[in-house]
């Protein structure tokens, strides 16, 4: 007992030498529950709706009202003519659309049925059928609340009803693959990208042979370039190894630019490298560059990029988090790309954001190799 007590003591004053390591498991399993406890909800808030009213009048504001009042919906647009839907559904400023005909309150006054349709965003399928049935919800609300008991055309006790049509747009059958695959992208290439360049860096300071490329006359951003390049190529061959097996294998549409998409994946790349570059200038070990990736690269790319969960249904802290989060935007771009067939016109923003990601973690790293070398 004398020598376990001894080891015992040993161990305590090694884990509070190492206070860096001691800090981390003990932050880990905190940080964890608070991003799944809060990220993980099925749930949808905050409904980006549009309406088409071409003749707006007490009927259609009624029901416009009921649904900005439903405490799930938030009317983004209201246009006359339903092909301006387009470019609100395509961008993403718009989720789901109301669209009223020319003779729906007058339908409506003459005891028909009054037919209204309801279109959604179904690239996220399980998000697409909750707004579906939140929309019919609220339709369903306003007969129960207005229209039961009144006759009909066909004799008394006989009430008129709205008929709702549904159309799925983007993502029509609702398969699931067409959901992860994009974001399982994100999901591999932040894995060869920050992950492995992080440990494979730290690998070379810790054998020595990073200290010797420092006191060479190779400059920093040299260093750089000489170690990212061979790395974005491989994240590049891997990214069309998985569009391949996307296409091929999961049958998931492209129904955008092929050129597009490449060229966005490689910038995606670029972030990835330049993080996995910062996290193995500043840490001193393998183990706490495989820590220091998988906090802040694969954790957050999982949870808070709208991979699985919706970001809308989240609190609105993690969703100012989630603009720092290089996956969040690339998933929104490939989702667009490969389901929407969009632009760039449509991911410029998505794309600005990416490229000063790339340019500040690229001259972080830079600035940590000359501490270094100093």
């Known amino acids: ?8 003591r040993k161990e305590w004053f090694h884990i509070r030498r190492d206070r860096r390591t001691a800090t981390v498991l003990v932050a880990l399993p905190v940080v964890q529950v608070l991003l799944f406890g809060y990220a993980i909800r099925t749930d949808v808030n905050d409904v980006r709706l549009a309406v088409v009213d071409p003749a707006p009048n007490s009927v259609t504001l009624t029901i416009r009202n009921r649904f900005a009042a439903a405490g799930v919906f938030r009317i983004v647009a209201v246009v006359p003519r339903a092909e301006d839907l387009d470019p609100l559904l395509q961008s993403g400023a718009a989720q789901q659309a109301i669209v009223f005909g020319h003779d729906f309150a007058a339908d409506l006054g003459r005891g028909e049925p009054a037919q209204l ?20 919800a609220v339709i369903q609300g306003y007969e129960r609340e207005t229209m039961v008991g009144r006759p009909g055309p066909f004799g008394p006790g006989r009430t008129i009803s709205i008929i709702p049509q549904v159309r799925l747009r983007f993502n029509p059958t609702r398969e699931s693959s067409n959901l992860f695959v994009p974001g399982l992208m994100a999901f591999v290439l932040t894995i060869i990208s920050s992950l492995m360049t ?11 042979t990073m200290e010797a490329l420092l ?4 400059r920093p951003w040299e260093i750089i370039v000489g170690k990212v390049t061979p790395y974005l190529a491989v994240g590049f061959i891997s990214m069309i190894a ?5 296409r091929l294998v999961f049958r998931v549409p492209l129904r955008g630019s092929v050129l597009l998409l490449l060229l966005e994946g490689a910038l995606f790349i670029l972030v ?9 200038a500043r840490t001193s070990s393998q183990r706490l560059a495989m820590l220091g990736a998988l906090l802040g690269t694969m954790l957050p790319n ?23 989060i290089p996956g969040r935007w690339f998933v929104t771009i490939a989702r667009g790309i490969m389901l929407k067939g969009i632009g760039l016109g449509y991911v410029w923003r998505e794309t600005l954001y990416l490229a000063a990601m790339a340019v500040v973690l690229l001259a972080a790293s830079v600035r940590s190799f000359h501490e270094r070398l100093e």
């Open 1 to 8: 007992m004398t020598a376990l007590g001894g080891l015992l």
């Open 117 to 136: 349709l309801v279109i959604t965003d179904a690239t996220e399928p399980n998000t697409g059928s909750l707004l579906q049935t939140y929309a019919e």
């Open 198 to 208: 992080a440990i494979s860096l730290t690998r070379e300071k810790e054998t020595g």
């Open 215 to 218: 006191v060479s006359p190779l």
């Open 242 to 246: 998985v569009l391949v097996e996307a």
């Open 272 to 280: 990835s490298l330049a993080l996995g570059l910062l996290i193995s």
């Open 302 to 324: 999982v949870l808070l990029s709208g991979f699985i969960f919706p970001l809308e249904s989240m609190p609105a802290p993690l969703q100012w988090i989630s603009y720092v």
